[in-house]
């Protein structure tokens, strides 16, 4: 799918953008994945190892899962114009010594997300998966935490939708929190389906 103009160059800008280059330990490659047809905009944390090795966002174990969340197959997920993903940060922040990945750097949306959120302007639903894409979005409107704020899912629609990210240590979560795959799993489901139809 062709890109407009002002989408195209900002493409091009994101992906020649070095501006966390001093702060990272892996090379930047950023991964934004978005066209002028993008209606579903999924917003994760940050690319994984896996993701920065490929340059395919939620090419990975928790890519699995957010598409069965989803109820789509692999090829859709990543063939669909309808279907995008561009994260809180475009680059693979490392992973930390503690466990896990390092945070996404906070410069990465200040410097790209209202440009980018500008030439996407068909997004129906964005998926908000994880804390710190619920903060960026939801700001004050966010819970204390984010359980509490999946939990009141329905306060936010019908545009956004609040997901605990789908990484495997969140195995847990979802077993202590069985509401999210008996109620909110459907509805991502019939609303995916519907702009994918559409």
């Known amino acids: 799918m062709p890109s407009t103009p002002g989408l195209q160059t900002l493409l091009s800008d994101i992906a020649a953008c070095r501006a966390c280059a001093g702060d990272l330990v ?13 209606r579903l905009l999924i917003c994760g944390q940050a690319p994984g190892r896996l993701v920065h090795e490929t340059g395919l966002p939620f090419n990975d174990p928790s890519g699995v ?4 969340w ?21 680059c693979f922040p490392g992973t930390n010594p503690k466990g896990g990945d390092y945070p996404p750097p906070t410069r ?3 410097l790209w997300r209202p440009q980018l959120l500008a030439q996407l302007p068909k997004v129906e639903l964005t998926l908000l998966v994880g804390s710190y894409a619920q903060a960026w979005a939801l700001g004050a409107a966010r819970k204390a935490t984010m359980t509490q704020t ?30 999210f795959e008996a109620e909110v799993t459907p509805y991502l489901r019939q609303r995916v389906g519907d702009i ?3």
């Open 26 to 38: 892996p090379e930047p490659r950023p991964v934004v994945r978005v066209n002028p047809e993008t």
């Open 65 to 68: 899962r957010l598409r069965s």
């Open 70 to 90: 989803m109820g789509v197959e692999r090829d859709t997920f990543y063939d669909h114009p309808a279907i995008g993903v561009a994260a809180m940060a475009f």
């Open 108 to 110: 990465c949306a200040q």
């Open 150 to 179: 999946v939990a009141a899912w329905t306060e936010y629609g019908p545009g956004v939708l609040p997901l605990p990210h789908p990484s495997w240590r969140n195995t847990a979560w979802l077993k202590r929190n069985p509401w």
């Open 196 to 198: 994918l139809r559409a």
